[in-house]
Antibody, heavy 114, light 108 residues
Framework: QVQLQESGPGLVKPSETLSLTCTVS????????WTWIRQPPGKGLEWLGY???????NYNPSLKSRVTISVDTSKNQLSLNLSSVTAADTAVYFC????????WGQGTLVSVSS | EIVLTQSPGTLSLSPGERATLSCRAS???????LAWYHQKPGQAPRLLIY???RRATGIPDRFSGSGSGTDFTLTISRLEPEDFAVYYC?????????FGQGTKVDIK
């Protein structure tokens, strides 16, 4: 059974880097899309980007090159880094498997505040 | 960027009624790359439909999807109590992949 679990700090200061990990069990990073999606409180879903087959990445240009997605196959972890954060980056962050994800983490709330 | 516009914003219906949700794209989307999800408060979205009309694993047949080009529809034939939620469409045809803003289906 595929399971995903996000982890990371719940509070990040403005201008710093938001770093999250997603621990994956029951699936391989090979030949799969692994996606990060976020949802500001009370709002809709925003696709941040994906990594495919452990290496090829595609990011939402709205994030203006602030985002990096990577995998660590030795730890079965997917990572998200978002630099130069502002209050607008406050959201629940989800990791998910697939381009049209059928498996999601439960999400983790990250607040940006000083 | 393909903008997906969902309508109506809110749909107030009773259990047992039929729900019809619309998703309109700002440019043509391949029918192979349009999905629907629902989301309940405090939970992650759940995939219902992919490739416009294919039900995801474990999704009951009261959910059906249709459409092509720029107009897509999700139909719930008879609403069950667990179906009251927010519904999102998503295109994964052109980058950046995008979601609609959501349709809330609530109890009348």
């Amino acid at each position: 059974q595929v399971q995903l679990q996000e982890s990371g700090p719940g509070l990040v200061k403005p201008s710093e880097t938001l770093s999250l990990t997603c621990t994956v069990s029951g699936a391989s990073f090979s030949y799969n899309y692994w996606t990060w999606i976020r949802q500001p409180p009370g709002k809709g879903l925003e696709w941040l980007g994906y990594i495919y087959n452990g290496g090829s990445t595609n990011y939402n240009p709205s994030l203006k090159s602030r985002v990096t997605i990577s995998v660590d196959t030795s730890k079965n972890q997917l990572s998200l880094n978002l630099s130069s954060v502002t209050a607008a980056d406050t959201a629940v962050y989800f990791c998910a498997k697939g381009g049209y994800p059928s498996f999601w983490g439960q999400g983790t709330l990250v607040s940006v505040s000083s | 960027e393909i903008v997906l516009t969902q309508s109506p914003g809110t749909l107030s219906l009773s259990p047992g009624e039929r729900a019809t949700l619309s998703c309109r794209a700002s440019q043509s989307v391949s029918s192979s790359y349009l999905a629907w999800y629902h989301q309940k408060p405090g939970q992650a979205p759940r995939l219902l439909i992919y490739a416009t009309s294919r039900r995801a694993t474990g999704i009951p047949d009261r959910f059906s999807g249709s459409g092509s080009g720029t107009d897509f529809t999700l139909t719930i034939s008879r609403l069950e109590p667990e179906d009251f939620a927010v519904y999102y469409c998503q295109q994964y045809d052109n980058s950046p992949w995008t979601f609609g803003q959501g349709t809330k289906v609530d109890i009348k």
